[in-house]
């Protein structure tokens, strides 16, 4: 069976505009929440947001192409080109009709709004040319195509929050079945606009708080939603051979991945678990390990009440035997949450708490929660040697996404 | 006229300005696609408080050069 691995990495984040700069910034756990900037929110009860800060797309966009490509498909070149050129493959030449993107993103393009707008108080002729190559949800992906011409598959996979994680299971099983030998994973979002920001918050879906760390505060008793974030993460998935032929450097190995559907509700976790447990069962078949053998979840936890407690009771209904003490954390603490790019950029995250031998903290945790009572690496990061961790994204719509990563040691 | 397309052409493009000539191909030699095109267009009425026809025909720099030129008679 074809193994795979990852070979490069890159990421745009609240906390960091490059792969180094963010996990710099998770090491010295910073949360990057502040006031959203990006629209005038005086009639709005959202006054925080995780933005990205100094993002700069210039060295590898035209400012005329900047005119076609929306802000989520800018920051998804932004880290493609990060991981291609990590990986090394832009200096070599290798089969380009086996190289795929799966990249998706669980919003798509930021114009629709302003664009209907204009159409009903000037007529439909008001409308931009640019308004569906901007929007389209499969326009990362190809952006991304023909910037790194890549000739293979080019597919996003959309479900919601856990696009992203699903991108990178559904490439990985792409390659392991033969279908691709390289394919840039991921997805990015940037939903911090008012149509996004009011829609999340009709529902009680974000935070209302205006304390920037008191905010995104996984498992903690306080808790009372998500905070807006956005960005991108991309990771170059390989073949195993075709990465030691060309002797690529090699983070990590994708040795497991589940996706399964509650099929239950549109917003809420099925609090059953059944299909939660499946999920994760599914990706420890996949891995052929036992559950015992994991050491590190980089959980979905994303603030809201339910996401966190119905995440706590899966991971202890599955661990709660062999492995009562997991390690769990959420990094949405310090970033807020990407929405569909959560998924990419934590899977990267969870990728160098393996190389690096260290669990990121969840930030900001105050008030034990009785109804979650893991082990949450509280406020303090901790060094520890990772064999195979986890990473969870739950998506609205009832979708469960599971990874299983390994150490590249052996 | 031509040097201040040029000047026009090198910022949306990042080529350098004496790279452009009178018959630089637009698509093969600067890059610009048909989505490029429509944007370009918007570029250039808003520099000369022009409209331009949508069925103009522009493959050179050159075609641009002498398209202005005529709008503004």
């Known amino acids: 069976m074809r193994k795979v691995v990852i070979t490069g990495m890159g990421s745009v984040t609240p906390i960091g505009n490059t792969v180094d700069a963010m996990w710099t910034s998770i090491l010295e756990a910073k949360c990057g929440i502040g006031k959203l900037t990006q629209f005038d929110t005086e009639n709005c009860d959202i006054k925080i947001a995780a933005e990205v800060k100094e993002f700069d797309l210039k060295n590898y966009v035209k400012p005329l192409e900047m005119k076609k490509i929306d802000r989520f498909s800018q920051f998804a070149i932004a880290s493609s080109y990060e991981a291609y050129i990590d990986s090394g493959l832009q200096s070599r030449e290798f089969n380009r009709d086996m190289f795929s993107v799966i990249f998706g993103s669980a919003a798509g393009g930021s114009t629709i709004g302003p664009e209907y707008h204009k159409i009903m108080e000037q007529g439909c002729n008001a409308v931009s040319k640019m308004t569906i190559p901007i929007n389209l949800v499969n326009m990362a992906a190809s952006n991304i195509a023909i910037k790194l011409k890549a000739f293979g598959t080019c597919t996003p996979v959309v479900t919601a929050c856990a696009s992203g994680t699903d991108c990178i299971g559904k490439a990985y099983r792409d390659i392991k079945n033969g279908y691709s030998n390289v394919t840039l994973a991921g997805a990015s979002d940037a939903c911090i606009q008012p149509v996004f920001i009011a829609g999340f918050n009709s529902i009680g879906a974000l935070t209302k708080s205006t304390d920037p760390l008191r905010a995104s505060i996984p498992f903690d008793k306080d808790r009372n939603g998500f905070v807006m974030g956005e960005g991108s993460g991309s990771l170059i998935l390989e073949e195993y051979e075709h990465a030691k032929n060309r002797k690529a450097k090699i983070y990590a190995e994708i040795v497991g991945y589940g996706s399964t559907c509650d099929a239950y509700s549109l917003t809420s976790p099925d609090f059953g678990l059944k299909q939660g447990i499946r999920a994760i069962g599914e990706a420890i078949k996949e891995a052929e390990i036992s559950p015992g053998e994991i050491s590190y979840i980089n959980a979905h936890g994303t603030s809201t009440k339910y996401n966190d407690k119905y995440e706590s009771m899966l991971i202890k209904s599955v661990f709660c035997n062999e492995n009562p003490k997991i390690a769990v954390s959420s990094t949405k603490s310090m970033m807020g949450h990407l929405l569909g790019a959560a998924g990419a950029v934590e899977a990267i995250i969870t990728t160098k708490a393996i190389n690096e031998n260290y669990l990121p903290p969840t930030i900001g945790y105050q008030q034990v929660d009785e109804e979650c009572n893991l082990d949450y690496i509280p406020n303090i990061g901790r060094k520890k040697k990772i064999r195979y961790a986890m990473s969870n994204s739950l998506g609205f719509g009832g979708h469960n996404s599971v990874l299983i990563l390994k150490s590249k040691g052996d | ?73």
């Open chain 2, 1 to 73: 006229m031509f040097e201040k397309i040029r000047k026009i052409l090198a910022n949306e493009t990042s080529i350098d300005e004496e790279e452009i000539t009178m018959t630089s191909s637009i698509h093969e030699d600067l890059g610009v696609d048909s989505m490029d095109m429509y944007n370009l267009m918007d570029v250039l009425e808003d520099s000369f408080q022009l409209k331009i026809p949508e069925d103009s025909k522009l493959v050179t720099v050159g075609d641009i050069v002498k398209l202005i030129e005529e709008l503004q008679k």
